[in-house]
């Protein structure tokens, strides 16, 4: 989940001027990271053989 206080210092890092699509950007960016770490602690993770394995079947 965002905090406040993540999204100051991501506005922060913002350029002086930007567009609503540029911070919703961000922000979409943001959560997906957060997102990615919360499921890569709790062990919510696909090896490297296995999407190798998926890659394979995708191609065939």
């Excluded at 100051?8 to 997906?32: A, G, V, Y």
């Excluded at 993770?45 to 079947?57: W, Y």
């Amino acid at each position: 989940m965002l905090t406040k206080d993540k999204l100051k210092r991501s506005i922060i890092n913002l350029p002086e001027s930007f567009t609503i699509d540029e911070l919703i950007d961000q922000l979409i960016f943001m959560e997906k990271v957060e997102e990615g770490l919360n499921q890569s602690e709790n062990g919510k993770v696909v090896s490297n053989e296995d999407v190798k394995l998926i890659i394979d079947k995708w191609s065939k």
